[in-house]
Structure formats: structure tokens, C-alpha cells
């Protein structure tokens, strides 16, 4: 099965994708991870992307297009991925469209995480992750169990993105305003668009998707 996470940042699509990789073995794929992997190679393609990223900007749809349509051609990927921040725009829609046709597969369900704008730049502004192996921590939601220690690998190193500040997360809600949002009617239309509460608590989420899966699968 091969799904959409839809939802602005901070709408918990990355939280959601490790979960549906635990539980369905989905293959995650996040172009915001792939970037930020490119920008900290310090790869020609990274370095392009860097300063849009810190703007909180979209990087340009040949660049996204591309790094999926090679990611998506990996073994991994076979039994089932879901895109997590892809596409962004429509002519990443249908550019996915036409790559999956190509490939002989197709998007099974798009999920969007509907969640209230307000409560996102205090849901990002706050969060971190541990350096070693990206659990993800919030400030005020969730803190480690045992302060500057990482719940699930007892690293005491943790990060925190460059783009989670207020300022940049206000470019980005507005760039999924403008660009994104917009292709929600694309996929309505096909009869793929599924609605979830994302302002639930985690594990409600989960089991929304999850509910989602089972009607898919049906
Ligand atoms: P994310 O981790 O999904 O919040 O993405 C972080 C940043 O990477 C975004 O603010 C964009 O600058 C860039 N990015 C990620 N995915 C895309 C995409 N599909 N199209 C354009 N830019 C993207």
C-alpha cells in the first residue's frame, strides 16, 4: 500500500510515518530528511537547497521530483512507502502521477492531518529530537523521562532543526497555505482524500489512520 501524510508542519506527519513504518512496515519517505541529509553532505544539490530551507521556503519542483522518482526505485520501497512533506505543490501531484504510472504502482489513500494553525508555531517552536537516533522530544509535550537523556537510546545529545523557529515557521505555514493546501481538491477529487483530527493526542491519530488502512485494505 502506498499512502499521502497531508498537513501543514507540525501537523505530526513525520510522528505518524515512523509509526505507520512500525506497525505496517511502510518505507517513510520524508523529502524534508532526504534534503536536510543533501544540505549536511554538503552536496552541490544540498547547497542549492540550504538558504530556501532556512526561509522556509519550497525548494523547486524539478529538485523534489527527482530525488523521489530515484528513492521510490529502491528495493525498500516495494511492500509500501508514505510520503511525508511530498508532494507540495500541484505539479509535484501530478508529476507523482505520471512517475507512479510509469513505475506500474499508484497512490492507495491520501490522509490529510487537519490540525488548527494557531497551536503549530508553538507545537514546532518547541520541538527537538536526540541526535543519535532522532526520537523526537517537545519542550512543553514531551519531555525525556529523565531530563538530558534520550528516552530510547540514552544519548545526551539532541538537536533542534533551523527552521523551527517562529519567524521561519510563519514562511512555511504560508507556503502550505498558498501551495499546498490547494491540492487537497486534486485528490478529493480522485476519492482518495481522507480527513483526521491531528490536533488528537498521538496515539488517537494513529488510530484514526489506522481505521483509514482497514478501509483502504477492504
Ligand atoms: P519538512 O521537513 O517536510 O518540514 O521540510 C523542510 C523544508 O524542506 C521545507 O520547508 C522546504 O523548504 C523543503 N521541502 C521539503 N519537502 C519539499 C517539497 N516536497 N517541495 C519543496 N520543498 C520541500
Known amino acids: ?60 519542483d524539478a529538485i523534489v521530483i527527482g530525488i523521489i522518482d530515484k528513492r521510490i526505485d529502491a528495493a525498500d ?69 529523565k531530563e538530558g537523556v534520550c528516552d530510547v537510546c540514552g544519548s545526551a545529545e539532541f538537536t533542534r532543526r533551523k527552521d523551527d523557529n517562529a519567524e521561519t515557521v510563519k514562511a512555511r505555514l504560508k507556503a502550505y497555505r498558498e501551495q499546498t493546501a490547494p491540492i487537497l481538491p486534486y485528490y478529493k477529487k480522485k476519492g482518495l482524500l481522507q480527513r483526521v483530527d491531528g490536533m488528537a493526542d498521538p496515539d488517537t491519530v494513529t488510530g484514526q489512520i489506522e481505521r483509514v488502512l482497514s478501509k483502504i485494505k477492504r
Open 1 to 60: 500500500m502506498n499512502l499521502i501524510l497531508l498537513g501543514p508542519p507540525g501537523a505530526g506527519k513525520g510522528t505518524q510515518a515512523k509509526r505507520l513504518y512500525d506497525r505496517d512496515k511502510l518505507v517513510q519517505l520524508s523529502t524534508g530528511d532526504m534534503l536536510r541529509a543533501e544540505v549536511a553532505s554538503g552536496s552541490a544539490l544540498g547547497k542549492q537547497a540550504k538558504q530556501v530551507m532556512e526561509a522556509g521556503q519550497l525548494v523547486s
Open 77 to 145: 520501497c516495494k511492500s509500501g512507502f508514505v510520503l511525508d512533506g511530498f508532494p507540495r505543490t500541484e505539479k509535484q501531484a501530478v508529476a507523482l502521477d505520471e512517475m507512479l504510472t510509469r513505475k506500474g504502482k499508484k497512490i492507495d489513500g491520501v490522509v490529510e492531518l487537519a490540525v488548527d494553525e494557531d497551536a503549530l508555531v508553538e507545537r514546532i517552536s518547541g520541538r527537538f529530537a536526540c541526535a543519535k537516533c532522532g526520537a523526537g522530544y517537545h519542550d512543553k509535550f514531551q519531555r525525556p523521562k
